[in-house]
């Protein structure tokens, strides 16, 4: 008699929120507010909680490609009464912002200290690059902006000149013709930011504004 291999045990986090099927997503359809802001791997959350404080008035995106991470925020965010207007969903950018639409729905996208993969053979991962950052644009409101920040400056240089060729994009710093800023204005910090800080790194933060 053959033997009967046990079933196998449910997938870690199975359960874990989704975008909507289908080949476009309507953002105005996944949260409520004012305007919307996305923010690209949100990890933890703390960023997003912050941002909710700050700016009550904004319906929050997250797109996390980590499972666990993206259900157990987006049920704090829930239960903090926070659900209608900030949403954590378990996707990976790189798919998930083609589908999003229309042109323009996001007041400002924000990247908190992305691509933390090293080796040469990683690179394909890398977030700020290539196709990504058109469609970072193409989802911004004319006049949006692009947050992004990095505690490693070989990386900052490297998301600046990827930013500078999308033609959609212009500089929006504190000096101008500069991305560069010596703040965070968002009145909201990332865990690792605040880590940063507290132990004297320098951080690089770029910010650039979407024309057209």
């Keep these: 008699m053959p033997e009967t291999r046990p079933p196998r045990p449910p997938r870690p986090y199975a359960d874990a929120p989704r975008l909507p099927e289908g080949e476009h997503v309507e953002a105005k359809s996944l949260v409520a507010g004012e305007w919307l802001e996305l923010e690209i791997g949100p990890g933890r959350g703390v960023f997003v909680f912050e941002r909710a404080a700050a700016v009550p008035s904004a ?72 196709d990504v950052v058109g469609e970072i644009a193409r989802l911004l409101e004319p006049n949006g902006e692009l947050f992004v920040q990095t505690d490693v400056e070989e990386r900052a240089v490297q998301y600046e000149a990827h930013l500078r060729a999308c033609p959609l994009l212009v500089p ?35 910010r650039f504004k979407r024309v057209g």
């Design 59 to 130: 319906g929050l995106v997250g797109l996390e490609v980590r499972r666990k991470w993206a259900t157990i925020v987006d049920q704090r965010l829930a239960k903090a009464g926070l659900g209608p207007r900030a949403r954590i969903f378990a996707e990976d950018a790189r798919q998930a912002l083609p589908r999003l639409v229309p042109n323009g729905a996001f007041r400002r996208v924000f990247l908190h200290f992305p691509d933390p993969w090293w080796k040469k053979r990683h690179a394909k991962r890398l977030v700020v690059q290539g």
């Design 172 to 206: 929006f710093g504190d000096a101008e013709g500069s991305p560069l800023l010596a703040e965070n204005p968002y009145n909201a910090q990332s865990p690792r930011e605040k880590r940063a800080i507290a132990d004297g790194l320098p951080i690089h933060r770029l």
